[in-house]
């Protein structure tokens, strides 16, 4: 069965940086879109960026500049590098192919605060 697990996160403080990471199981990423998303206490899980199987990125503008979507079909782990964080970004993290969901995996917390 398909699985991934989502890691990388922590605290950080405003303004900067941290890479996650997703590694899948039970299908090639290479092969499908993938994308990022979070979620927020008290709030919808948000989508925030794909990568289509191409290769082609797409980030929603709210991220757009700060965030960057990629993979390394190698590896099949899909990452995000995010940058210049904000308290706002505090959230959830998560990972799931948009057109061929799998079950969501635990996901990996990203605190920014000081």
């Known amino acids: 069965q398909v699985q991934m697990v989502e890691s990388g996160g922590g605290l950080v403080q405003p303004g900067g940086s941290l890479t996650l990471a997703c590694e899948v199981s039970?299908?090639?990423?290479?092969?499908?879109?993938m994308a990022w998303y979070r979620q927020a206490p008290g709030k919808n899980r948000i989508f925030l960026a794909r990568?289509?199987?191409?290769?082609?990125?797409y980030h929603e503008d709210f991220v757009k500049g700060r965030f960057t979507i990629s993979r390394a079909d190698a590896k099949n782990t899909l990452y995000l590098q995010m940058n210049d964080l904000k308290p706002t970004d505090t959230a959830m993290y998560y990972c799931?192919?948009?057109?061929?969901?799998?079950?969501w995996g635990q996901g990996t917390q990203v605190t920014v605060a000081s």
């Open positions: 799931n192919f948009p057109l061929f969901a799998a079950s």
């Open positions: 039970g299908r090639r990423i290479s092969e499908y879109d």
């Open positions: 990568i289509l199987r191409g290769g082609a990125t």
